[in-house]
């Protein structure tokens, strides 16, 4: 866990703060398409993550999602970490986007660490920054991009974060994520076919000029 810790923190965190986190945090392995954590659940520990990556979710009344963003490795959960300073149910969906490490730090470390380590409370701001931005990014691009330029931007935002231009989504699951229906998405993956930005597979996607 240390050699770890190190690798993806070490430029981060002085070394007794990475000795605290292996002390005090849980290793976790989360197979790609697996719940880390849903909707209604209180929230105990917050993520560190060292491989992989996690996509977030919000649902509506109606149980449909939407994809806020996605953690890369060496970052965590704006969202958890205010349910966990707070007390508070989650009100998002965290699923593993492909086979994923994490350590697991319990809440009241959280508040320890915050004034005892400077370079904690920096990254935890830091954080809380990445994630507003990501999801102002989010709102822009409902409010802003036509469906089949949201679409191709989904499906890059995939491609990069999988280190893999193969897309094995079925268009169901494209369509939950991006709030639309599956057959608005089949006729907007084939668009984008003809236009060459993307190959159709039977049951993948290749994207093409990443």
């Known amino acids: 866990m240390i050699d770890s810790l190190k690798q993806k923190y070490g430029h981060l965190f002085e070394d007794k703060l990475i000795d605290d986190i ?23 520990t917050m993520p560190l993550l060292i491989s992989g990556a996690i996509k977030i979710l919000r649902e509506d009344e109606e149980g ?43 809440v009241q470390k959280m508040e320890e660490w915050s004034s005892k380590y400077k370079s904690w409370r920096n990254f935890v701001f830091e954080s809380y920054q990445n994630r507003l931005n990501e999801m ?18 989904y499906l890059k935002d995939k491609a ?9 989504s079925t268009h169901q699951q494209i369509a939950y994520e991006l709030h639309t229906s599956r057959v608005v998405i089949s006729r907007l993956l084939k668009k ?15 994207i093409k000029n990443i």
């Open 22 to 44: 292996a002390i005090s945090g849980t290793f976790k392995e989360v197979k790609e398409g697996g719940k880390m954590l849903e909707i209604g659940e209180y929230v105990k």
């Open 64 to 106: 449909d999602e939407l994809l806020l963003y996605f953690l890369e490795a060496g970052d965590t959960c704006a969202m958890t970490l205010s349910c966990c300073i707070g007390h508070k149910k989650s009100e998002v969906r965290a699923i593993a986007e492909k086979d994923s490490t994490l350590i697991m730090i319990p």
């Open 136 to 153: 102002l990014e989010t709102i822009d691009s409902i409010a802003f991009l036509k469906l089949d330029e949201r679409l191709l931007k």
């Open 160 to 168: 990069r974060i999988t280190d893999n231009p193969i897309i094995n």
């Open 192 to 206: 984008l076919e003809k236009l060459e930005k993307i190959q159709l597979h039977r049951n993948h996607i290749v």
